[in-house]
C-alpha cells in the first residue's frame, strides 16, 4: 500500500462526522506536453473517483520544462478531472530561487507578470464546461482505517484533547527545548522544530507561500 492510498483511507474513514471536510493533494506530475496517462492523472481520479469529499489539487504547476504551458490546467477545469476535483492551485505567486513564480518582485515592490503568468490565464479563460465540480453523493462510503505496517503506523485510536489549553502551556514551559532551524531551499519556508530531548516529543512549524487561486485572475 502507498502512502497516499494508506492517507486517503485514514482521514476519510469512518462517518460523516468523524472524516475530515475535504481532502488535497499537490502534484507536479504534468510537466510541458503531456496527457492524463503519462502524468498519472488518470490514475488519480481512479484513486479518489468514490470519495464523497471535496477533493483539490493543492499545489501543481511542474517548471523541469520553461516557460510553463499549463497544459494541465485545461484538463483540470475539464470534465476528466471535475468528475472528482474542484479545481487546483498553480504554485506559486511570487518568484523566489526555486523558480516558480508568476510575478517578479521589484526592489521599489512593484509586480512584474512573467510569461508563467500569461500562460495560466489563458488557460483560465479558456475552461469550459466544467461539469459538477466533483459534486457527488456516496451514501454507502464508509471508508476504512488503514493497516499498520512499517511504513503506517497511526491508529484509529485518537489522542484525547485537552480540556483547558493553560494545562498544555503549563507542560510546553516546564520541557527544555532545543530551536533547530532548517532552511528549505525547494519552497525557500523555514521550518523550526522544537524538540523534547526527555520525551522524544517534536512540534514543527512552517511557512507556505500562498497558493495562487482561480480567482486571483479573474479581474486581470
Known sequence: MTIRKAMLEYFTAGSEEERVDFYAITNFAWCGESSMRTSGWDALVELFVRVP???????YG??????????ETTTLYS?????????????????????????????DGELIRRTDFANLKKRLGETENLGDGGAREEPEWVGGFPNITDLWKATSEIPPFPDRWEHVAERIRD??????????????GREAHRVDEGNGIEQAS?????????HQFSSE
Not at 66 to 71: D, T
Not at 206 to 214: E, F, N, S, V
Open 175 to 188: 520541557l527544555d527545548w532545543v530551536l533547530v532551524k532548517h532552511e528549505d531551499t525547494e519552497a525557500e
Open 206 to 214: 512552517q511557512g507556505i507561500d500562498r497558493c495562487t487561486l482561480h
Open 79 to 107: 470534465p476528466k478531472m471535475t468528475i472528482v476535483f474542484s479545481g487546483g492551485c498553480a504554485y506559486e505567486f511570487h518568484q523566489h530561487n526555486n523558480m516558480y513564480g508568476l510575478v517578479e518582485t521589484t526592489s
Open 53 to 59: 469529499l471535496p477533493m483539490v489539487i493543492s499545489e
Open 62 to 71: 511542474c517548471n523541469v520544462i520553461v516557460p510553463r504551458l499549463f497544459q
